[in-house]
Each structure stands twice: as structure tokens, then as C-alpha cells.
């Protein structure tokens, strides 16, 4: 059984670029869930899909977007980064809408905003 | 809407019982979880409890009341790789998303 992988480990950007990050889910798991963790503090909730569509969505602007894909993994898109979108971003994989309890994470990926 | 309390800080000494508190407000209750996140590492689910009373999974248990929105996470015969931060979580009303408390960071004192 595959885990929940994320890619890259690490990225450097600049204000107001734009960055993709990508997620594998767990093998089986049809839910994908993001999240952006600052230092020192809890993973905050950006958005979840399930089945490829935006099942909830938490206090992030538009131009944070996502995707689905039919094999189940995910995007995360950021554009017009800012200072502020420096953080861990987490994705987490489920087996089903219905049990979002038990989430598995992947490694992160470290945004750097210069 | 959601809101969770832990302490911050937590210390113990090795061997040691710790026990780690989360309160909870919100407005549609489905469940208290609890995750791991050692430092530079993913939050690892630990344990989730729906109804009241205390859930056992080695030397970590979990307990709920949901008459006093608290519940907490008790690691026993306490290891150095215990000493990470701890989250206590819960669904928002929607059920669609997990809401993470700030965090316990437990320290292990040798």
C-alpha cells in the first residue's frame, strides 16, 4: 500500500508568482484535504475534494484553487503568492466522505515566499 | 463556529504518565480526533473518539465527555520519541472539514 506523497519537498518563490503543488493519495482513498501550517501552529484547513469535486472549502482567498483528478490525486494552486503564503502545505487523504476523521498525511511541501 | 484549546507546552519525564487536555466549541459535535506531528515530519492520526468514555490503543489512550466538550489524550510509560507537538481536532458544522487545535508541544525530560 502506497502512502500519501507530495511533490516538491521544498520550493523558493517570489511575491507574486504562482506555484503548483501535487499529491498522491493513498492507495483506495478518494478524498483529498490541504492544508498550510505556519511554524508554531495547527495544520489549517484550505480545502477538501472529494470524487474530483471542492467539498468544503475553509478562510483561504480565491486565488487559492485545487484539483482532482480521476485517479484521485491533487493540486494546490497558488497565485499572486505573498510573504504570508510562506508555510507548510499538507495534503491528507480518506477512505470516504464519510469518515474525514481519519486522514492521512503526506510529507508537506516547505513554501518559501521571498 | 470552532473553537479548540490546549495548553502549549506540556513537560514530563521519561517513564512518566502525561496527560494533554483539549476543549472544544462547536456547533455540530461528530468527534474528537487526536494526531502526532514530530518536528519536520506530517501529523500521524493517533486516535478518534465519537462517544463518551476512554479509547485505549497501546500506551496511548483518549478520552471524551461530551457533556463538558473536553477531552484528552493520555501517553503512558512515557519514551523519548513521545516528544513531539500533539493536535486535538474536530469536524466543523458541515462535516466536510477538520478543524486542528494550535497544538502541545510535550517535552520529555530524561
Known amino acids: 500500500e502506497t502512502g500519501v506523497t507530495q511533490s516538491p519537498t521544498h520550493l523558493i518563490k517570489t511575491r507574486g508568482q504562482q506555484v503548483t503543488l501535487r499529491c498522491s493519495s493513498q492507495?483506495?482513498?478518494?478524498?483529498v484535504s490541504w492544508y498550510q501550517q505556519a511554524l508554531g501552529q495547527g495544520p489549517q484547513f484550505i480545502f477538501q475534494?472529494?470524487?474530483?469535486?471542492?467539498?468544503g472549502r475553509g478562510n483561504f482567498p480565491p486565488r487559492f484553487s485545487g484539483l482532482q483528478f480521476p485517479n484521485y490525486s491533487s493540486e494546490l494552486n497558488v497565485n499572486a503568492l505573498e510573504l504570508d503564503d510562506s508555510a507548510l502545505y499538507l495534503c491528507?487523504?480518506?477512505?470516504?466522505?464519510?469518515?474525514?476523521?481519519?486522514?492521512?498525511f503526506g510529507p508537506g511541501t516547505r513554501l518559501t515566499v521571498l | 463556529g470552532q473553537s479548540l484549546e490546549q495548553p502549549s507546552e506540556v513537560t514530563a519525564v521519561e517513564g512518566a504518565i502525561v496527560q494533554i487536555n483539549c476543549t472544544y466549541q462547536?456547533?455540530?459535535?461528530?468527534?474528537l480526533s487526536w494526531y502526532q506531528q514530530h518536528d519536520g515530519g506530517a501529523p500521524t492520526f493517533l486516535s478518534y473518539?465519537?462517544?463518551?468514555g476512554l479509547e485505549e490503543t497501546g500506551r496511548f489512550s483518549s478520552f471524551l465527555s461530551r457533556s463538558d466538550s473536553y477531552g484528552y489524550l493520555l501517553l503512558q510509560e512515557l519514551q523519548m520519541k513521545d516528544s513531539a507537538s500533539y493536535f486535538c481536532?474536530?469536524?466543523?458544522?458541515?462535516?466536510?472539514?477538520?478543524?486542528f487545535g494550535k497544538g502541545t508541544r510535550l517535552h520529555i525530560l530524561p
Open positions: 491528507a487523504s480518506s477512505s470516504g466522505q464519510g469518515s474525514p476523521d481519519t486522514q492521512y
Open positions: 475534494y472529494y470524487r474530483e469535486e471542492e467539498n
Open positions: 462547536t456547533s455540530g459535535f461528530y468527534g
Open positions: 473518539n465519537a462517544l463518551d
Open positions: 492507495s483506495g482513498h478518494n478524498t
Open positions: 481536532a474536530v469536524r466543523d458544522e458541515s462535516g466536510d472539514k477538520i478543524i
